[in-house]
């Protein structure tokens, strides 16, 4: 049933988790859209036939509804879109709410390419390699203008803006290439900005890591002999403070937890931050994105508001790697580099 | 008749010349000049001109339209280079919708109509009225210059921070819409204005014809919306320009802030756009099944229920833009209230034939197909403010094919009936019934056949704007571009009898149709002051098609 209505609608394989929900949800609507389509369709023939005019100037009765006929009107539509509203925000809840055990991968849309980076280290171009069966969370931003990330089979979609991150997710179920397109117009090559993701199962997984961790490793001149002694911190959070130190993030917070002229950043991640309008919020990648790029949106109570903005000095990489940074100021196990592969995140709320 | 006599008392009646007609040249005829025309007062020569203009856009769009088509009969490139496409698919889409279907029915048959369906001689403000044509046109001056002299690249919704960065010439394009603007403003102000104060007597809020209705709640979201389609223009240009940086990230700016403002204009846009078409439909439903619209209010408020509520659901066009999940579920749900009173006109609509005597006239046959259009497309629209389904179909063409079924699906269809519908009475001339029906079936089986596989199209994960697609979407767009050159087809046939009829039709009686609307009360086509002699009496609400001695109404709800 699920493959014949699946090809009658011309809809691409379901790949991941979320492609089955919303394909069911799919068949109803289409199914009911169907059925009211033909019963106003049929009533309107039957009565076009029924009552077809016998003079030019016929009179007609008097007919006005009764309330119960209005009534059902109203509530006959209004009792299928309520349910269509459930169902669908459920399953949108669902897709809008990472997993807290997913793994992150930084997405950046640039005119015309994806570029992918995961904190452990590797980078890819157009290519995004995920395992089989584990959920994957993407946080999306863009470099230029606005895209949209999409795959089709596994039907998520997310915009890539400028100057913020977005995030969604997904759990691929099997194995396979599956196509990534832009569908937020960009310009002359918007129809060439395409990808792929290819899904690895689970050994391959593991391999296709091996392999990225040599790589990255034997290009770091201070290798030491016995790779498997030494724990590597994240590459990206390396990056990530170096560059943090470049611009001068350290005048002001510290990492050791004593506040200073800012905040410190240590245990920032995650940790539910009192602001001096009196309201609280969740520290997550938006709104650390947020305070370098506008510090003043949103002020910690008891600091001044005196840090410069980074809007146009920080890349969006740069960007992604000062959040990885201040990440690993939160997790202790990464910050003994015991592993850098666990769960690194809260879902932002 | 003469014109005191109310409408029951004659059922059918037909209004014959009376023996000032000679006195009473048709507006027409009433001064011949170029400068008779260009500078006229008359609601109906300016609604005349309005229709001349706007189907003239109608053609370039349609021009735009069927290039489009062809480049996207094979995967690569075809017979236009990208760059050429961008600007077509974004010039298609201005166009048309700021040019065509934004002012068609309003200008056109909104200004014929509306006083002689409020017994009045004239709109309140004639000279506004001209102006806002002249707005129209040098609007339209400026952005086909823009379009000759650059062109633009953006896409009708000119979404930042691409808009403010591209080379192309955004500049002169936005400027005409922003001028456009200002003549849908003063349009809308003069109907609301017209409905509050010109109605005759006799003619109560509840016996207005559900046109004005329709009008009038489309006014509203005019004089209220547009404003701030002018503001974020301006603000797009500046951006261009100067570099301003409200909505561009590198200079501090929020991208997703332009998507907000436009989006708070360009939703209620749409019923901007489709209002009109409604409110068509409910005059010709009436008419063609000899009925009273089965729930006269419901209609009526459900027209002044959408205009409300449109303006809170801009928020569907961006569930996947990062804004949170609870905004998203609250438009989610604002949005269905939208289908909900659509719903309810549709119902009424087919019970207004229920009972009735129904003459399959064109006009009848275009309702026909919009009833189709507007359930299968308003059907569509709900499904996507399942906020589930959108996250696949947002951005892919399954969003140009759900608003071309229910924006220009229903506005074409309405169009095309108010055109066959208020020709005899506009021009005084019948055309031929029997083309008019064949090209009638031609638009709408083309229409079907160039939007279905773009439903389709859209589910299997084509993006729109798309220059370039994968191979496995070629079978579709092929029988979308086939679709489209029938629909082409069959309004060549249209055009070609419509201009035959105007010449060398047979001329119109007052009431071809017998119908009981108002503005069926005075001449084919009518005299400069719209009525002949003292201005007739209203005392039935209009298509009241009962027999005189059972003429006893019972409570309508
Ligand atoms: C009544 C006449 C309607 C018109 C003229 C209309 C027009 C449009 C247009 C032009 C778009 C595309 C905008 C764009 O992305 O460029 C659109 C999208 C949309 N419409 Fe409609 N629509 C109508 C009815 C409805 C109804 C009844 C609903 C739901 C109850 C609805 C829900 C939506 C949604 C959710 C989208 C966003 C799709 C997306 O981009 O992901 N529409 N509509
Ligand atoms: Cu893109």
């Known amino acids: 049933m699920n493959e014949l209505l699946n090809n009658i609608l011309f809809l691409p394989e379901q790949a991941s ?217 994240a590459r990206m959070a390396e990056q990530g403070q170096k560059v943090a130190a470049e ?47 506008d510090p003043g949106a949103h002020l910690t109570s008891g600091f001044p508001n005196v840090m410069p903005t980074f809007q146009g000095k920080l890349t969006g990489p740069q960007t992604a790697a000062i959040v990885e940074y201040i990440k690993t100021l939160r997790t202790p196990d990464i910050r003994t580099g015991a592993s850098s592969q666990g769960p690194v995140y809260e879902p932002i709320q | 008749m003469s014109p005191s006599s109310s409408i029951a008392a004659e059922p059918g009646a037909v209004p014959a010349p009376d023996e000032h007609h000679e006195h009473h040249p048709s507006y027409l005829v009433d001064g011949t000049t170029v400068k008779s025309w260009l500078l006229t007062l008359d609601h109906k020569r300016i609604g005349v001109m309005y229709l001349i203009w706007v189907l003239l856009f109608f053609l370039i769009g349609g021009i735009y339209a069927l290039i489009v088509r062809l480049e996207l009969l094979t995967p690569g490139p075809t017979i236009i280079d990208a760059m050429t496409y961008n600007r077509a698919f974004t010039m298609h889409g201005v166009v048309m919708i700021f040019l065509f279907m934004i002012p068609a029915i309003p200008g056109a048959f909104g200004n014929f109509m509306l006083p002689l369906m409020l017994g009045a001689k004239d709109v309140a403000f004639p000279k506004l009225n001209l102006m806002s044509l002249y707005l129209l046109l040098s609007g339209a001056v400026i952005a086909i210059w823009g379009m000759i002299n650059g062109g633009m690249d953006t896409g009708w919704t000119f979404y930042t921070p691409y808009s403010t960065h591209t080379t192309t010439t955004v500049a002169p394009i936005l400027f005409g819409a922003f001028i456009i603007g200002f003549s849908s403003i003063a349009t809308g102000l003069n109907f609301i204005v017209t409905t509050h104060t010109m109605r005759a007597p006799g003619i109560t809020w509840f016996k207005m014809p559900l046109f004005v209705w329709a009008m009038y709640a489309t006014a509203c979201i005019q004089v209220l919306a547009t404003p701030v389609l002018g503001l974020v223009l301006l603000l797009v240009v500046g951006e261009n320009i100067f570099h301003f940086g409200i909505f561009d990230p590198a200079r501090g700016g929020d991208p997703v802030l ?48 959408i205009a409300f509520v449109g303006f809170f659901a801009w928020g569907h066009h961006m569930f996947v833009s990062g804004q949170s999940t609870f905004n998203a579920g609250v438009f989610a749900v604002l949005t269905m209230l939208v289908g909900v009173f659509t719903a309810i006109k549709v119902f009424n609509w087919v019970g207004t034939v229920y009972k009735g005597a129904v003459d399959f006239k064109t006009p009848f046959a275009y309702f026909c197909g919009f009833l189709y259009f507007t359930v299968f497309g308003g059907m569509t629209g709900v499904a996507f403010a399942t906020a589930s389904l959108d ?49 009638a079936a031609l ?17 299997a994960g084509m993006p729109r704007r798309y220059y370039e697609y994968p191979e496995r979407f070629q079978t579709l767009n092929v029988a979308s571009t086939a679709g489209a050159s029938l629909l082409a087809f069959g309004f060549i046939i249209a055009a070609v009898y419509l201009t035959y009829a105007l010449v060398y039709g047979e001329r119109a009686s007052a009431n071809p149709w017998h119908s009981r609307g108002y503005e069926w009360l005075t001449e084919s086509p009518p005299p400069t002051h719209n009525f002949v002699g003292p201005q007739p009496t209203y005392t039935e609400e209009p298509h009241f098609y009962v027999e005189p001695e059972k003429a006893e109404v019972p409570d309508a709800v």
């Open chain 1, 247 to 293: 611009v001068g993030c350290f005048k002001c917070h510290t990492v050791n937890g004593e506040p200073h002229i800012g905040p410190t950043f240590l245990g920032l991640y995650g940790k539910q931050e009192t602001l001096q309008d009196g309201m609280s919020l969740r520290v997550d990648e938006a709104y650390i994105t947020q305070s370098m790029m």
């Open chain 2, 443 to 459: 638009i709408i089986l083309g229409f079907n056949a160039t939007f279905i596989p773009q439903f389709l199209l859209g589910n």
């Open chain 2, 258 to 305: 332009f998507q907000h403002l436009f989006w708070f204009y360009s939703h209620p846009a749409v019923y901007i756009m489709v209002l009109p078409a409604f409110g068509v439909m409910s005059e010709v439903v009436a008419t063609y099944s000899r009925k009273n619209i089965f729930g006269y209010r419901a209609v009526a408020f459900s027209s002044l229920g």
């Open chain 1, 17 to 233: 988790t979320f492609a089955e929900r919303v394909d069911n949800l799919h068949y109803f609507v289409v199914g009911v859209t169907m059925l009211m389509s033909f019963a106003v369709g049929t009533a309107a023939v039957f009565f076009f036939f029924r009552y077809r005019r016998r003079s030019p100037t016929q009179t007609t009765e008097y007919v006005v509804p009764s309330v119960k006929t209005e009534f059902l009107f109203v509530s006959l539509p209004l009792l299928f879109f309520l349910t269509w509203f459930v169902i669908g925000f459920r399953d949108f809840v669902f897709v809008s709410t990472p997993p807290k055990d997913a793994m992150d991968v930084y997405v950046m849309g640039k005119q015309w390419m994806w570029k992918f980076s995961y904190p452990e280290g590797p980078n890819g171009v157009n290519v995004l390699h995920v395992p089989a069966n584990r959920p994957v969370r993407l946080l999306i931003t863009s470099r230029d203008v606005i895209h949209s990330f999409f795959v089709p089979s596994f039907r998520i979609k997310m915009d890539a803006v400028p100057g913020r991150y977005t995030q969604t997710w997904f759990e691929a179920t099997k194995p396979g290439t599956y196509q990534i397109l832009c569908t937020e117009y960009c310009g002359l090559s918007h129809s060439k900005m395409l990808g792929e993701v290819v899904v690895l199962a689970p050994e391959e997984w593991d391999a296709w890591v091996k392999e990225q961790r040599k790589g990255s490793l034997q290009n770091r001149q201070d290798a030491l002999a016995d790779l498997s002694l030494v724990p590597q911190p």
């Open chain 2, 391 to 439: 996250v696949p179909w947002h951005d892919t063409y399954f969003v140009v094919a759900h608003f071309h079924f229910i924006m220009v699906g229903a506005t074409i269809m309405a169009f095309m009936a108010a055109l066959h519908y208020w020709f005899p009475k506009m021009f005084g001339k019948t055309y031929h019934e029997g083309w008019g029906l064949v090209s």
